[in-house]
């Protein structure tokens, strides 16, 4: 029971250092581009439950009440019976298992808070999105690193790999290209699954992009109606400007 519950803090030690990293500081190769869009209902329902799976044990969402996740189809029996701790209500802000006074005494300051996490961290490279999306599909193993594990888009990053057991281990496939007269390694792009997963590639990318998705939505559940409104809006504005325009030239065909 210690080990385990070393090992979950110490995750969420390193992920707030890793998720608290401006991209644009931390080097490593390009982001991708993630795929998830909010209004896709069956890909936010799957990313909550991996969220509420591995993240919000030690980290909170402290702006998110639960019954807000009905916007995404979900009923109230449904957030009881699987995403809620024991002594939660539908009612109550997500809110992090770990006990911030033990969290600020081990850790020097709580784990952050994740709901503005995917608004936050965009850069250079692309979005907030497109940088977790990218961050957790370049794990690879690294015995040189204290946690045995490094990250492509983030070089020596301080976080183990959080879902390792869905992906597998896998190291990644270097080039070598000759620049200014000298030969270095270059990422291919390709990768060598060391040890399978439970998840298959195409899976395992589903769910982190399911993930993202769902990290996107949190960070400003009302943006589709938003989107909606504003549509709803211009449209109104053109319409009115066309009659404004004819009234225009019917009061003022008789003056001289």
């Keep these: 029971m210690t080990s385990w519950k070393n090992f979950v803090f110490g995750l969420a030690l390193a ?16 982001w991708d581009k993630a795929p998830g869009k909010i209004n896709d209902n069956a890909s936010l329902q799957d990313g909550v439950k991996i969220f509420v799976n591995y993240c919000l044990n030690c980290h909170s969402a402290a702006y998110m009440r639960f019954n807000r996740l009905k916007d995404i189809g979900l009923t109230d029996d449904q957030i009881k019976d699987n995403l809620l701790f024991t002594s939660d209500k539908v009612g109550d802000m997500m809110k992090a298992a770990i006990d911030p006074k033990q969290a600020k005494a081990w850790f020097g300051a709580n784990p952050p808070d994740l709901t503005l996490i995917a608004r936050s961290r965009s850069g250079a490279g692309g979005t907030g999105a ?38 597998g281990e896998r190291k990644p496939i270097y080039s070598t290209v000759e620049s ?14 060391v040890s399978p997963g439970t998840m298959s590639p195409l899976e395992y ?12 939505w949190m960070g400003e559940p009302a943006q589709s109606k938003r989107v909606a409104i504003g549509v709803w809006v211009l449209l109104f504005l053109l319409v009115f400007t066309l009659i404004a325009w004819r ?10």
Excluded at 134 to 145: A, G, I, K, P, V
Excluded at 205 to 216: E, G, I, M, P, S
Excluded at 247 to 256: F, G, M, R
């Design 247 to 256: 009234l225009n030239a019917a009061y003022w065909k008789d003056v001289q």
């Design 15 to 30: 992920l707030g250092a890793t998720l608290g990293a401006q991209a644009s500081g931390t080097g490593g190769i390009a």
């Design 180 to 193: 200014h007269g000298h030969e270095t390694h270059v990422f291919s792009g390709r990768w060598e699954q």
């Design 130 to 167: 497109d940088y977790i999306y990218t961050l957790f599909r370049s794990y690879y193993r690294d015995d040189s690193t204290p946690t045995g594990w490094n990250n492509l888009a983030f070089p020596n990053i301080g976080m183990p790999h959080p879902l390792w057991q869905l992906q």
């Design 205 to 216: 990318d589903k769910a982190v992009a399911d993930l993202v998705n769902y990290l996107k």
